[in-house]
């Protein structure tokens, strides 16, 4: 069964500094990968998705991601952190049956 | 356009009482999605559609049952509301094709005593 897991539930940083979101899969076949975004209160945001092809995708708020067969990774990263990224980030598996993982709360330290 | 919209916002049930949660998509996508967002466990799939008139399991349906008589309407009803339904609701849409990539409405916050 596909599953999703984000090993660190809460990370801080510093405004400015790099980011990088852990996120590991189990899939029977080749996967759709997705990271959203969640703010207080809001809904779900697309940042990226990979289907195929290059392995390193880029999204929107200046998120990257790189999808790493051999260690069923697909971690998020962005050089610098802005006060405005401090939100839940959520790593997604699946088509129609999506599967969620638990999260990532991203705090950003002035 | 209103993207995906849901009603209520907020809701209380008695246990045992039923209700209706209502999602709207004006972006005249084929498929809809139900999830619960519980503390600590993500997002988890209720029941979806791939098209009007066509619904089918997710990974936690028990408890839940769904209609789409209309394509940009997916109706989400609990027929007698437990406490452990008690739950933040998010409906999402996704257009024809082989992207998958969701879009959200801003939940239904239920509470079951």
């Known amino acids: 069964a596909q599953s999703v897991t984000q090993p660190d539930i809460h990370i801080t940083v510093s405004e400015g500094a790099s980011l990088e979101l852990r996120c590991n899969y189990s899939?029977?076949?080749?996967?759709?990968l997705f990271w959203y975004v969640q703010s207080p209160g809001q809904g779900l945001q697309l940042l990226l998705k990979y289907f195929s092809g290059d392995t390193l995708v880029q999204g929107i708020k200046g998120f990257e991601a790189e999808f790493k067969r051999s260690q069923s990774s697909f971690n998020l990263r962005k050089p610098s952190v802005h006060w405005s990224d401090a939100a839940e980030y959520f790593c997604a598996v699946g088509a129609h049956d999506m599967r969620f993982g638990a999260g990532t709360r991203l705090t950003v330290k002035p | 356009n209103a993207g995906v919209t849901q009603t209520p916002k907020f809701r209380v049930l008695k246990t045992g009482q039923s209700m209706t949660l209502l999602c709207a998509q004006d972006?005249?996508?084929?498929?809809m999605y139900w999830y619960r967002q519980d503390p600590g466990m993500g997002l988890r799939l209720i029941h979806y559609s791939v098209g009007e008139g066509t619904t089918a399991k997710g990974e936690v349906p028990d408890g839940y049952n769904v209609s789409r008589l209309k394509k940009q309407n997916f109706l989400l009803g609990l027929e007698s509301a437990a406490p452990s339904q008690t739950s933040v609701y998010f409906c999402?849409?996704?257009?024809?094709?082989?992207?998958?990539?969701?879009?959200f409405g801003p939940g239904t916050r239920l509470t079951v005593t």
């Open positions: 999402a849409s996704s257009p024809q094709g082989l992207t998958y990539e969701q879009y």
């Open positions: 972006m005249n996508h084929e498929y």
């Open positions: 899939y029977g076949a080749t996967p759709y």
